[in-house]
């Protein structure tokens, strides 16, 4: 196992048009995250899923956000009609157990998303 | 208030110095502090995590935690070139809910 992969590494896209990005996490990680980082700032969450069930997601997750998990395995990050505030990177990260408390999390090298 | 600060820098060292990187926190329900570092372009990579005050090392790092102060710290001793990058700390608590929040990184330059 080469760690968490995230594809693709970089997405450009016009506003207004759907994007989805996909992560596939440590095999044997339980629990999947995203997190969306801009410029100068620390990664921000947004969802998590603990196997297949999303148990929390983000304020910061509008209506125009959905993310998968099918069969507990890789994930998906759809942004539908996306605004140029969008513009991020877009980290996936998974962990075993409780991400806080076991070792803490392992990050993907991100989805970098430009809107134009 | 951000429940997390961070001071973003940048902070410029010479080689072999001793770093010292630190966030305060407002929330007295984080149970769980971790440091990570991330390179440009790349997502953050776990360095030290603790779940207790005092300290814990590990090579040339040592994590401290303050739970009274509300106070955690990152110290690189013998710093290389290589340690330029952006140290990210992060705390977790299960109180009401999942949450982690990071605090904004503090960018560091190694120079040789």
């Known amino acids: 196992d080469t760690g968490v992969s995230q594809d693709p590494r970089h997405k450009i896209t016009k506003r207004g048009q759907n994007v989805t990005f996909r992560c596939d996490p440590i095999?044997?990680?339980?629990?999947l995250y995203w997190y969306r980082q801009t410029l100068g700032q620390g990664p921000e969450f947004l969802t998590y899923?603990?196997?297949?069930?999303?148990?929390?997601k983000s304020r910061l997750l509008s209506d125009r956000f959905s993310a998968e998990r099918p069969k507990g395995s890789f994930s998906t990050l759809e942004i539908q009609r996306t605004e140029q505030g969008d513009s991020a990177m877009y980290l996936c990260?998974?962990?075993?157990?409780?991400?806080?408390?076991?070792?803490?999390?392992?990050f993907g090298s991100g989805t970098r998303l430009t809107v134009v | 208030q951000k429940e997390v600060e961070q001071d973003p820098g940048p902070l410029s060292v010479p080689e072999g110095a001793i770093v010292s990187l630190n966030c305060t926190y407002s929330n007295s329900a984080f149970q769980y502090f971790m440091w990570y570092r991330q390179y440009s372009r790349k997502g953050p990579e776990l360095l030290m995590y603790?779940?207790?005050?005092g300290n814990k090392e590990d090579g040339r790092f040592t994590a401290q935690v303050d739970k009274s102060s509300k106070y955690i710290s990152l110290f690189i001793r013998d710093s290389q070139p290589s340690d330029s990058a952006t140290y990210l700390c992060a705390m977790t608590t299960y109180t009401g809910g999942f949450k982690t929040i990071f605090g904004a990184g503090t960018r560091l330059f190694v120079k040789a």
């Open positions: 603790t779940y207790s005050s």
């Open positions: 095999s044997e990680h339980n629990r």
């Open positions: 990260a998974s962990s075993l157990g409780r991400g806080g408390g076991i070792g803490g999390y392992t």
């Open positions: 899923f603990q196997n297949e069930a999303q148990l929390e």
